[in-house]
């Protein structure tokens, strides 16, 4: 039963839409991690977070991609403009510190671009 | 670079069979080890962990030896359920571009046949 909880389940776009995902961390955890997760079940970090703060994003985050962790609300995971390749499961998960390999995951948004 | 192998795509057992997923690893460090199981339509969850080299983890009749001569980190369960059907995900701990990374396999489709 996960208790990092994602919504929405499921999201469907056109593409140049905007699509937006959000996730509510397991209580008492202060990381956050976005992974798109593709087809063939291969995971891409996409970006983490301590608190509010940004710890690490790869370059395509940087660019379409927005994300952010505001104190007292969920964190969220927008993009911009969706891409027919943006088509994946979006999971998000919470850890205790930023070095550990122990993440809670949810049960993902599963992103649909037409 | 730093990467985990998982060569098995698929696995299909009967109830009963003995369960043996590779894993291998490549990095100069000494990362901690992990095998994560996801269930059709949930998120990843961890599974089982071992730190120290030479080390076995155990967790719900599965168990993995950390072999630092091999560099592997194969996974076993004696008698497989039809409730273990899942994919099943080999990932390291690696310091990478300045902060810790989760790197995964590929995964493994386990099938138990009843």
């Known amino acids: 039963n996960s208790k990092v909880i994602q919504t929405p389940r499921y999201l469907v776009k056109g593409q140049g839409q905007k699509a937006k995902m959000r996730c509510i961390p397991e209580?008492?955890?202060?990381?956050v991690f976005w992974y798109q997760q593709n087809k063939n079940n291969e995971f891409k970090f996409l970006i983490n977070?301590?608190?509010?703060?940004?710890?690490?994003q790869i370059d395509m985050t940087e660019k379409r991609f927005s994300a952010e962790c505001p104190s007292n609300s969920p964190c969220s995971l927008e993009i911009q403009s969706s891409e027919a390749g943006d088509s994946a499961l979006y999971l998000c998960?919470?850890?205790?510190?930023?070095?550990?390999?122990?993440?809670?995951f949810g049960e993902g948004s599963k992103l649909t671009v037409l | 670079g730093d990467s985990v192998i998982q060569m098995q795509g698929q696995v299909t057992l009967s109830e009963n069979d003995f369960l043996f997923i590779n894993c291998t690893y490549s990095?100069?460090?000494?990362?901690?080890l992990f095998w994560y199981v996801q269930y059709s339509g949930e998120g990843p969850q961890l599974l089982l962990q071992?730190?120290?080299?030479?080390n076995k983890g155990s967790s719900r009749g599965f168990e993995a030896t950390y072999d630092k001569g091999t560099t592997s980190f194969h996974l076993q369960k004696t008698s497989v359920q039809e409730i273990d059907s899942a994919v099943y995900y080999c990932?390291?701990?690696?310091?990478?571009?300045?902060?810790?990374?989760?790197?995964f396999g590929s995964g493994t489709q386990l099938t138990v046949m009843p």
């Open positions: 998960a919470s850890s205790l510190t930023a070095n550990t390999g122990q993440l809670y």
């Open positions: 209580k008492g955890h202060p990381v």
């Open positions: 071992v730190t120290t080299a030479n």
């Open positions: 990932a390291m701990r690696d310091w990478s571009s300045g902060s810790w990374q989760l790197i």
């Open positions: 990095t100069t460090g000494y990362p901690t």
């Open positions: 977070f301590q608190n509010q703060e940004v710890l690490q």
